[in-house]
C-alpha cells in the first residue's frame, strides 16, 4: 500500500487528513503500521537529527549549535528509562505537535514541532508504533544542554508557544491539484523544511510556515545555518530536477553538501517517486522572493570571456590551479562526479557562506542507491583568505553567475565564526598561478602551463594518444607527490640511467613525450618547447642543484610487497573504474576529449613509459589516487594501502598497451627495474 494514493480519491471534509496517507476502512495491521511509520520516519528525517556522529541510530546526542547555546538531540529509541519507550501515544502526539514532553517540560523548537503539528492523525499514529516497535531500544542518557541565561530557564517557551506555535493539521487547499497538496504536506510538515530553509524573525521563529498570508513570501527563502547559506528554494529549479536532487543528491545544476548532503543520505533518497513529484510541483510552484532571486538559467553566457579572464586575472588563475582538475575549465564539472559552478543557484546565493564554508571545511557528496560511491571536496583551508576571496570571486562572476564579490575580511570572519585553528605551513608549498602575471614573461609562463595541462589539444601532432603532462603531474605539477615539477629543473643537466648518458630538461620532456604521450618530439628550440621550459624553471621555487625537495616524485613503495593481479582486478573495480571506466577505456567528454585518463589500451601510455612498472604505477595509486576518495589536499587523493596499491599497480600497469620500438636502445649500461615491461 503507497503512502497517500487512495486517500486522495475520497471527497469532502476528509481530504485534509487523506491527503497525508493513506485510509482506507480496514484498518492497518499492525506491520503494516510500523512499515507506514518507518516510511514516515525517512519524510522526518529522524535519524539525522537523533543520530551522534559514530552513535547508534535514533539514540540521541547530536550536538547543535545555536547562537543561545549548544542542545543535544535526544534519544528517541523504545528504551523505557532513557528513551521514549515509556510515552503514551497521547504524550507522544503532544509532544509533536506542542513540544511538550512526558514529564511536562517544554521542548526547545530546535525540535521542528510546530512543523510537525500538521502531521494527520493516522500518520502520527504510524510514526508512533514504528518508534515504539521497529526500532531498537537504546540504553543511553541523554547528553545536557548547555543553552546560556535567560534561555536555559524553559519556562519562556511556553510563551513562545503561544506566541508562536499554530497546532493545527495542514489545510488541503481545493485550488491545487491533489499532487501540490501531497507536496505541500510533506514540504511544511513531515519534511520541515522550512526549519532550515526559511528565514527566522526577532524570536527565532520561521517567519512563514506556509506560502500563504502576509508573510508568505519568506517561506523558503533560505536562511543562514550554522554558518551554512540553506538556499533559497523558491522558484529555484524545475519539479523534474528538484525530485532528482532529492533522490541522487545532483542534477547536473548542484550537488548536495554540508548538511543537505546528509537529508539525502538518511531521507530523501528513500522517498517514492510520486512523493518525490509532488514536492518538486510544490516547490517549483512558489512565487519567486523578490529579495533573492537565484538565476537558474545562468550557464556558460560568456564562455569566450571567462576563458579570456581565466588567465588574466588572479582569481582565474587561482581556480585553474586548485579547482579546474575537478570542477573543469568551463565550470560545468562533471555529471554524477563534481557538481557545476556555472549556474549554481547555492554558488551565486546573495549570502556566499555556504561556498565560503564548503571551501574552507570540505564537503562530500551523499552515498544513495543510485550513487554508492562518494566525492570528496577536501579543505582549502591552507590558502590564506586574499587567495580564497579571489577563487571565490572569480566562480561567482563568470560563466554567467551573478553573484556579488566576495572579499578577504569575509573569508577571516568565517574562520573565526567556524573556530579553525591558524594551519601550519605546509612542507610542500608550491608557487601560486597567480603570481605568474607578476613576471615579465607572464604570457610564455602562461602558455607554458597551458600546454602542460592540455597538451593533446594544444600539441594535437606531438601527442599520440589521448593523454596531457597533467595526467600524471596533477593540478600542473604543483601537487606533492603527484609528479611535481618544483625544482625539478635546477636538477638538470644530470646523468639519465635508461639513456646511458647525461641529458637535459628538453631531453627529459622529449622523453615524455615519446614515452607516456606516445608521439613525437618536440623542436628542442620551438616556441611551445621554450615555453613549457620557462614554465617549469618558474616552478624550481628558489631550489638548486641537489637540494633535497620536500614531495618530489611520486614516493616510494616497498619492492618486498609481492603483487596479486587477482586481488588487483577488485581493487580496481571497486575504487578505479568509476573514474576510468570498467575495461581502462577511461571517460570522455563530449567533445572527445577524456575528463578522466584511459589507463591502457591505445589511448594511453606505451610500455616504455615509466609508470609501465608494477611499483612506480603502485606508488602513483597510493599517493595520488584515488581521485576525491578522502579530504587530502589538495584533490581528496589517497585511501589504498600499500599492498592494494602494488596489487592494483601490477593489474592496471600489465593490460595490453601499445609498444615502444626504441625500447631495444633503454639501459644500455645496465641498471634497467627489475619490474620493467621489457
Same mark, same amino acid.
Given at each position: 500500500?503507497?503512502?497517500?494514493?487512495?486517500?486522495?480519491?475520497?471527497?469532502?471534509?476528509?481530504?485534509?487528513?487523506?491527503?497525508?496517507?493513506?485510509?482506507?476502512?480496514?484498518?492497518?495491521?499492525?506491520?503494516?503500521?510500523?512499515?507506514?511509520?518507518?516510511?514516515?520516519?525517512?519524510?522526518?528525517?529522524?535519524?539525522?537529527?537523533?543520530?551522534?556522529?559514530?552513535?547508534?541510530?535514533?539514540?540521541?546526542?547530536?550536538?547543535?549549535?545555536?547562537?543561545?547555546?549548544?542542545?543535544?538531540?535526544?534519544?528517541?529509541?523504545?528504551?523505557?528509562?532513557?528513551?521514549?519507550?515509556?510515552?503514551?501515544?497521547?504524550?507522544?502526539?503532544?509532544?509533536?505537535?506542542?513540544?511538550?514532553?512526558?514529564?511536562?517540560?517544554?521542548?526547545?523548537?530546535?525540535?521542528?514541532?510546530?512543523?510537525?503539528?500538521?502531521?494527520?492523525?493516522?500518520?502520527?499514529?504510524?510514526?508512533?508504533?514504528?518508534?515504539?516497535?521497529?526500532?531498537?531500544?537504546?540504553?543511553?542518557?541523554?547528553?545536557?544542554?548547555?543553552?546560556?541565561?535567560?534561555?536555559?530557564?524553559?519556562?519562556?517557551?511556553?510563551?513562545?508557544?503561544?506566541?508562536?506555535?499554530?497546532?493545527?493539521?495542514?489545510?488541503?487547499?481545493?485550488?491545487?491539484?491533489?499532487?501540490?497538496?501531497?507536496?505541500?504536506?510533506?514540504?511544511?510538515?513531515?519534511?520541515?523544511?522550512?526549519?532550515?530553509?526559511?528565514?527566522?524573525?526577532?524570536?527565532?521563529?520561521?517567519?512563514?510556515?506556509?506560502?500563504?498570508?502576509?508573510?508568505?513570501?519568506?517561506?523558503?527563502?533560505?536562511?543562514?545555518?550554522?554558518?551554512?547559506?540553506?538556499?533559497?528554494?523558491? /522558484?529555484?529549479?524545475?519539479?523534474? @530536477? %528538484? #525530485?532528482? !536532487?532529492?533522490? =541522487?543528491?545532483?542534477?547536473?545544476? $548542484?550537488?548536495?553538501?554540508?548538511?543537505?548532503?546528509?537529508?539525502?543520505?538518511?531521507?530523501?533518497?528513500?522517498?517514492?517517486?510520486?512523493?518525490?513529484?509532488?514536492?518538486?510541483?510544490?516547490?517549483?510552484?512558489?512565487?519567486?522572493?523578490?529579495?533573492?532571486?537565484?538565476?537558474?538559467?545562468?550557464?556558460?553566457?560568456?564562455?569566450?570571456?571567462?576563458?579570456?579572464?581565466?588567465?588574466?586575472?588572479?582569481?582565474?588563475?587561482?581556480?585553474?590551479?586548485?579547482?579546474?582538475?575537478?570542477?573543469?575549465?568551463?565550470?560545468?564539472?562533471?555529471?554524477?562526479?563534481?557538481?557545476?559552478?556555472?549556474?549554481?543557484?547555492?554558488?551565486?546565493?546573495?549570502?556566499?557562506?555556504?561556498?565560503?564554508?564548503?571551501?574552507?571545511?570540505?564537503?562530500?557528496?551523499?552515498?544513495?542507491?543510485?550513487?554508492?560511491?562518494?566525492?570528496?571536496?577536501?579543505?582549502?583551508?591552507?590558502? /590564506?583568505?586574499?587567495?580564497?576571496? @579571489? %577563487? #571565490?570571486? !572569480?566562480?561567482? =562572476?563568470?560563466?554567467?553567475?551573478? $553573484?556579488?564579490?566576495?572579499?578577504?575580511?569575509?573569508?577571516?570572519?568565517?574562520?573565526?565564526?567556524?573556530?579553525?585553528?591558524?594551519?601550519?605551513?605546509?612542507?610542500?608549498?608550491?608557487?601560486?598561478?597567480?603570481?605568474?602575471?607578476?613576471?615579465?614573461?607572464?604570457?610564455?609562463?602562461?602558455?607554458?602551463?597551458?600546454?602542460?595541462?592540455?597538451?593533446?589539444?594544444?600539441?594535437?601532432?606531438?601527442?599520440?594518444?589521448?593523454?596531457?603532462?597533467?595526467?600524471?603531474?596533477?593540478?600542473?605539477?604543483?601537487?606533492?607527490?603527484?609528479?611535481?615539477?618544483?625544482?625539478?629543473?635546477?636538477?638538470?643537466?644530470?646523468?639519465?640511467?635508461?639513456?646511458?648518458?647525461?641529458?637535459?630538461?628538453?631531453?627529459?620532456?622529449?622523453?615524455?613525450?615519446?614515452?607516456?604521450?606516445?608521439?613525437?618530439?618536440?623542436?628542442?628550440?620551438?616556441?611551445?618547447?621554450?615555453?613549457?621550459?620557462?614554465?617549469?624553471?618558474?616552478?624550481?621555487?628558489?631550489?638548486?642543484?641537489?637540494?633535497?625537495?620536500?614531495?618530489?616524485?611520486?614516493?616510494?613503495?616497498?619492492?618486498?610487497?609481492?603483487?596479486?593481479?587477482?586481488?588487483?582486478?577488485?581493487?580496481?573495480?571497486?575504487?578505479?573504474?568509476?573514474?576510468?571506466?570498467?575495461?581502462?577505456?577511461?571517460?570522455?567528454?563530449?567533445?572527445?576529449?577524456?575528463?578522466?585518463?584511459?589507463?591502457?589500451?591505445?589511448?594511453?601510455?606505451?610500455?616504455?613509459?615509466?609508470?609501465?612498472?608494477?611499483?612506480?604505477?603502485?606508488?602513483?595509486?597510493?599517493?595520488?589516487?584515488?581521485?576525491?576518495?578522502?579530504?587530502?589536499?589538495?584533490?581528496?587523493?589517497?585511501?589504498?594501502?600499500?599492498?592494494?596499491?602494488?596489487?592494483?599497480?601490477?593489474?592496471?600497469?600489465?593490460?595490453?598497451?601499445?609498444?615502444?620500438?626504441?625500447?631495444?636502445?633503454?639501459?644500455?649500461?645496465?641498471?634497467?627495474?627489475?619490474?620493467?615491461?621489457?
Amino acid at each position: 500500500m503507497k503512502l497517500g494514493i487512495a486517500s486522495l480519491k475520497l471527497l469532502g471534509a476528509a481530504l485534509a487528513t487523506m491527503v497525508a496517507s493513506s485510509a482506507l476502512a480496514a484498518a492497518p495491521s499492525s506491520n503494516d503500521l510500523v512499515k507506514q511509520g518507518e516510511y514516515l520516519a525517512h519524510l522526518g528525517d529522524c535519524v539525522a537529527c537523533h543520530t551522534a556522529p559514530g552513535g547508534k541510530p535514533l539514540a540521541g546526542g547530536l550536538e547543535m549549535k545555536t547562537p543561545f547555546g549548544v542542545i543535544h538531540s535526544t534519544n528517541i529509541t523504545p528504551d523505557k528509562v532513557d528513551g521514549i519507550g515509556a510515552y503514551t501515544f497521547e504524550e507522544f502526539d503532544r509532544a509533536m505537535r506542542r513540544g511538550v514532553a512526558r514529564d511536562g517540560h517544554n521542548l526547545y523548537p530546535a525540535m521542528p514541532y510546530p512543523s510537525f503539528a500538521k502531521i494527520a492523525q493516522n500518520d502520527m499514529r504510524a510514526l508512533y508504533a514504528y518508534l515504539m516497535q521497529g526500532v531498537e531500544p537504546v540504553a543511553q542518557p541523554n547528553k545536557p544542554n548547555a543553552m546560556k541565561f535567560p534561555f536555559n530557564i524553559r519556562l519562556g517557551l511556553a510563551g513562545w508557544n503561544m506566541v508562536f506555535l499554530d497546532n493545527q493539521p495542514f489545510r488541503y487547499d481545493p485550488s491545487h491539484t491533489p499532487q501540490w497538496n501531497r507536496g505541500a504536506y510533506i514540504v511544511e510538515g513531515l519534511g520541515h523544511c522550512g526549519s532550515c530553509h526559511t528565514p527566522r524573525g526577532i524570536g527565532f521563529q520561521e517567519k512563514a510556515m506556509s506560502d500563504s498570508g502576509s508573510d508568505g513570501k519568506e517561506f523558503l527563502a533560505g536562511a543562514a545555518v550554522e554558518h551554512w547559506r540553506a538556499v533559497n528554494l523558491r /522558484n529555484i529549479w524545475t519539479g523534474p @530536477e %528538484i #525530485a532528482q !536532487f532529492l533522490k =541522487t543528491g545532483e542534477n547536473g545544476r $548542484g550537488t548536495a553538501y554540508g548538511g543537505m548532503a546528509e537529508v539525502v543520505h538518511f531521507s530523501s533518497q528513500h522517498f517514492t517517486q510520486g512523493d518525490l513529484a509532488a514536492i518538486g510541483e510544490y516547490i517549483h510552484a512558489l512565487s519567486p522572493n523578490s529579495n533573492e532571486r537565484p538565476d537558474r538559467d545562468a550557464v556558460s553566457v560568456d564562455v569566450a570571456q571567462t576563458n579570456k579572464e581565466i588567465y588574466a586575472t588572479r582569481g582565474g588563475l587561482g581556480y585553474v590551479q586548485f579547482c579546474a582538475t575537478c570542477h573543469q575549465m568551463d565550470g560545468k564539472g562533471a555529471t554524477r562526479f563534481f557538481p557545476p559552478l556555472a549556474g549554481n543557484t547555492s554558488i551565486q546565493a546573495k549570502d556566499p557562506a555556504s561556498l565560503i564554508h564548503v571551501m574552507l571545511t570540505g564537503s562530500a557528496s551523499p552515498l544513495t542507491a543510485s550513487s554508492p560511491h562518494a566525492f570528496a571536496m577536501p579543505s582549502y583551508s591552507v590558502l /590564506n583568505d586574499q587567495e580564497v576571496a @579571489e %577563487i #571565490a570571486t !572569480f566562480v561567482r =562572476t563568470h560563466w554567467g553567475n551573478k $553573484g556579488s564579490p566576495v572579499t578577504a575580511e569575509q573569508i577571516h570572519k568565517m574562520r573565526k565564526a567556524l573556530e579553525m585553528k591558524k594551519a601550519a605551513p605546509p612542507k610542500f608549498n608550491p608557487p601560486r598561478y597567480a603570481d605568474m602575471l607578476k613576471s615579465a614573461n607572464a604570457a610564455e609562463l602562461i602558455y607554458g602551463m597551458r600546454l602542460m595541462r592540455d597538451t593533446k589539444r594544444l600539441l594535437p601532432n606531438y601527442v599520440g594518444d589521448g593523454l596531457n603532462c597533467d595526467s600524471c603531474h596533477i593540478n600542473g605539477g604543483t601537487m606533492a607527490l603527484g609528479s611535481p615539477y618544483v625544482g625539478v629543473a635546477a636538477q638538470f643537466p644530470s646523468y639519465n640511467p635508461r639513456a646511458g648518458r647525461i641529458i637535459d630538461f628538453k631531453d627529459r620532456v622529449n622523453g615524455c613525450m615519446l614515452r607516456s604521450m606516445a608521439g613525437n618530439p618536440l623542436d628542442k628550440n620551438s616556441k611551445e618547447m621554450n615555453a613549457m621550459i620557462a614554465y617549469m624553471d618558474w616552478m624550481r621555487n628558489g631550489y638548486q642543484m641537489k637540494q633535497k625537495i620536500p614531495g618530489r616524485g611520486i614516493g616510494k613503495i616497498s619492492k618486498s610487497i609481492v603483487p596479486n593481479a587477482a586481488n588487483g582486478k577488485e581493487v580496481y573495480n571497486h575504487s578505479c573504474a568509476v573514474c576510468h571506466g570498467k575495461q581502462g577505456e577511461g571517460i570522455k567528454r563530449a567533445d572527445g576529449s577524456y575528463l578522466f585518463p584511459p589507463l591502457w589500451g591505445n589511448d594511453s601510455y606505451n610500455i616504455g613509459a615509466g609508470i609501465a612498472k608494477t611499483y612506480t604505477a603502485a606508488a602513483f595509486a597510493k599517493n595520488v589516487m584515488p581521485l576525491s576518495n578522502t579530504f587530502s589536499f589538495p584533490i581528496g587523493q589517497g585511501g589504498l594501502t600499500d599492498q592494494q596499491a602494488v596489487d592494483v599497480g601490477e593489474y592496471f600497469s600489465h593490460m595490453p598497451r601499445r609498444d615502444f620500438p626504441a625500447k631495444v636502445h633503454d639501459w644500455p649500461k645496465g641498471g634497467k627495474p627489475s619490474d620493467s615491461r621489457y
